[in-house]
């Protein structure tokens, strides 16, 4: 018996689908298959260097975003104290 407020899934919506629990997870033969499409798109002498460059925007992206917070920190009035 079902509450009055609660509905029925709609044939073929997300819920009704079966799938294993574990769909999201990348299981290490997901990971060894994505490094060797990158092997084969890149070539094994490229890779270090797409890599590095990789890491590099990856860094600058972290500090623009820190840089940004503190902006956004500078921005805001102090706290005023609370009265004792």
Not at 8 to 34: F, K, Q, T, Y
């Amino acid at each position: 018996m079902r509450c009055a407020g609660e509905r029925r899934p709609v044939e073929g919506s997300p819920r009704n689908v079966g799938h294993p629990a574990s769909v999201d997870a990348l299981g290490p033969w997901h990971l060894l298959l994505i490094l060797a499409g990158f092997v084969l798109l890149f070539g094994y002498r490229k890779l270090p260097e797409a890599s590095r460059s990789l890491g590099r925007s990856l860094r600058i992206f972290r500090s623009e975003l820190r840089g940004m917070a503190d902006d956004d920190r500078a921005d805001q009035p102090p706290a005023e104290p609370e009265p004792r």
